[in-house]
């Protein structure tokens, strides 16, 4: 006689801990929704909810081994989810006051030799993380944000659907800044230490 496979809450984490792959994906269908939900009441801001929906899911399967653990798997996720909108908020908040810090037209940095330099710097990287786009990405991202084309004129142009675009956008605008905050945080860091020893 076949036994049939238990589907309880406690059995699917059970295979997820065991590392099987079909659980897991069930898994992020069922509960990615009400993540995303959250942290984009939260955050306000699409980007930065998807991305926490990933960090998070990420996180479930790069310690699914300690699923075994948990009680209450709907509170450990709340959990995980909510502290995860926090460190994305405090990024957010921490590349603000950066931004704010080195405002082009900031009396302490006017038409000075230091502000041109982190302005060339900062227009360097940008462009260095356009480049590395696929080319229709590329492409909708130069149509949107330099000939700032809406959407649906993208679309129309490229003959693509509008939601095409909006992917291509959103993925676009990932990596620009996914790209920019790894190298300025270094290029930033080689500046002010510059700044320090000049001064």
Not at 49 to 71: N, P, T
Not at 90 to 117: G, H, V
Not at 125 to 144: E, F, G, N, R, T
Request: with cysteine; hydrophobic share 45%; glycine share 2%.
């Amino acid at each position: 006689m076949e036994v049939k496979e238990s589907n309880t809450p406690e059995d699917q984490l059970a295979r997820i801990a065991n590392g099987d792959e079909q659980a897991f994906t069930r898994l992020f269908h069922q509960h990615r929704n009400k993540i995303y939900s959250v942290a984009l009441r939260l955050t306000e801001s699409t980007f930065m909810a998807e991305e926490v929906v990933q960090e998070v899911f990420l996180k479930i399967w790069l310690k699914r081994a300690s699923l075994l653990d948990i009680k209450d798997f709907d509170d450990y996720l709340f959990i995980v989810a909510r502290n995860h909108v926090f460190s994305a908020l405090k990024r957010t908040a921490r590349q603000q006051n950066m931004e704010e810090a080195w405002m082009i037209d900031s009396p302490a940095f006017e038409n000075s030799a230091d502000c041109e330099l982190l302005t060339k710097e900062y227009e360097a990287v940008i462009q260095q993380a356009i480049d590395l786009l696929p080319a229709q990405q590329k492409q909708v991202y130069l149509l949107s944000k330099e000939q700032e084309l809406k959407r649906e004129e993208i679309a129309r142009l490229l003959q693509i659907s509008t939601e095409t675009v909006k992917t291509h956008l959103s993925r676009a605008m990932r990596h620009i800044r996914a790209y920019s905050i790894a190298k300025l945080e270094i290029q930033l860091f080689w500046l002010l230490l510059f700044l320090l020893l000049k001064g």
